[in-house]
């Protein structure tokens, strides 16, 4: 068995929040690991880690990034922060 072929991708959506900063962290380190990280900021806070800009919300943006890098893993670490404006504006954030 090729050696690639054990190689894992692993997609980390919200990869600047405080989880998907800590989820890069743990698997940066283990070369049995490809990552691919993807948040709404511009840039990624860590270095030497691939990354896209990209917004979740936007079903058509995250589903090019999807197919794109073909992932074997997709963890979701992106969250909508601000509390009172959940409440405002719940149907947006239920699409």
């Known amino acids: ?7 894992k991708r692993i997609l980390v ?4 929040g405080m989880l998907g900063q ?9 070369n049995d ?3 691919l990280a993807t948040s709404v900021e511009d840039k990624l806070v860590f270095e030497n880690i691939d990354y896209v800009q990209s917004d979740i919300s936007n ?10 890098f073909c ?4 963890i979701n670490a ?5 509390v009172d404006k959940s409440e405002s504006e719940r149907k947006h954030l239920e699409n």
Do not use: Q
């Not at 800590?22 to 283990?30: A, C, G, P």
């Open 1 to 7: 068995m090729n050696p690639s072929e054990l190689i």
């Open 13 to 16: 959506v919200g990869a600047n």
């Open 22 to 30: 800590r989820v890069l962290e743990l698997y940066s380190s283990n």
């Open 33 to 35: 690991f490809e990552l």
């Open 59 to 68: 079903r058509n943006e995250i589903k090019k990034v999807i197919y794109n």
């Open 71 to 74: 992932p074997d893993f997709i």
């Open 78 to 82: 992106a969250a909508y922060t601000n």
